[in-house]
T-cell receptor, first 114, second 114 residues
Framework: DSGVTQTPKHLITATGQRVTLRCSPR?????VYWYQQSLDQGLQFLIQ???????AKGNILERFSAQQFPDLHSELNLSSLELGDSALYFC?????????????FGNGTRLTVT | GESVGLHLPTLSVQEGDNSIINCAYS??????FIWYKQESGKGPQFIID?????DKRQGQRVTVLLNKTVKHLSLQIAATQPGDSAVYFC?????????????FGEGTQLTVNP
């Protein structure tokens, strides 16, 4: 068990809808990362937060947004969903933003858009 | 753009044999590397990491080798067991450009035959 908790485990929704994915980092970790894993793209970095502030952005669509709250949990909001958004969404956390801080991953949320 | 990739998508070995999983990276500025194991239905699990000032690091039954000259990384698993069957990802970060966020390779499916 990595200590990173993601909810829900599965989510099925229709195109055009909006969903929120939730992540609780490991105790003591200040940095949270969101990754998308699809069959044809592998693990793609979306966005990183550190202690409530956005730290880095990757291949995140404008329809997607995220935030990290004062209690350090994070939410990833996906709106105007398309079929191609179906994927596994992983949250990871690390102690800080120092290079060399291993990322610890949750078990993901499987999103299916129908 | 810069990317991390794997030479082989699949690897099949006999139980008890040693396994070697390879990874090539293209970013010469990468200075931190990690191997993750991902089992079906779970998130990536940290196995071992190595910094660019080292060329070898050993863990329990695993060894990571780094050859910066040819930008090559490998994971050696000794006495491979059925429980080692999973997808293995290498990942890298470059301190100055990406901080602590990781770029992942495509993954290698390791199958251990009894």
């Amino acid at each position: 068990d990595s200590g990173v908790t993601q909810t829900p485990k599965h989510l099925i929704t229709a195109t055009g809808q909006r969903v929120t994915l939730r992540c609780s980092p490991r105790s003591g970790d200040l940095s949270v990362y969101w990754y998308q894993q699809s069959l044809d793209q592998g693990l793609q970095f979306l966005i990183q937060y550190y202690n409530g502030e956005e730290r880095a952005k990757g291949n995140i669509l404008e329809r997607f947004s995220a935030q990290q709250f004062p209690d350090l949990h994070s939410e990833l909001n996906l709106s105007s969903l398309e079929l191609g958004d179906s994927a596994l969404y992983f949250c990871a956390s690390s102690v800080n933003t120092d290079p060399g801080s291993p990322l610890h991953f949750g078990n993901g949320t499987r999103l299916t858009v129908t | 753009g810069e990317s991390v990739g794997l030479h082989l998508p699949t690897l099949s070995v006999q139980e008890g044999d040693n396994s070697i999983i390879n990874c090539a990276y293209s970013n010469s500025a990468s200075d931190y590397f990690i191997w993750y194991k991902q089992e079906s239905g779970k998130g990536p699990q940290f196995i071992i990491d190595i910094r660019s000032n080292m060329d070898k690091r050993q863990g329990q039954r695993v060894t990571v080798l780094l050859n910066k000259t040819v930008k090559h990384l490998s994971l050696q698993i000794a006495a491979t067991q059925p429980g080692d069957s999973a997808v293995y990802f290498c990942a890298e970060s470059a301190t100055e450009t990406s901080g602590s966020r990781l770029t992942f390779g495509e993954g290698t499916q390791l199958t251990v035959n009894p």
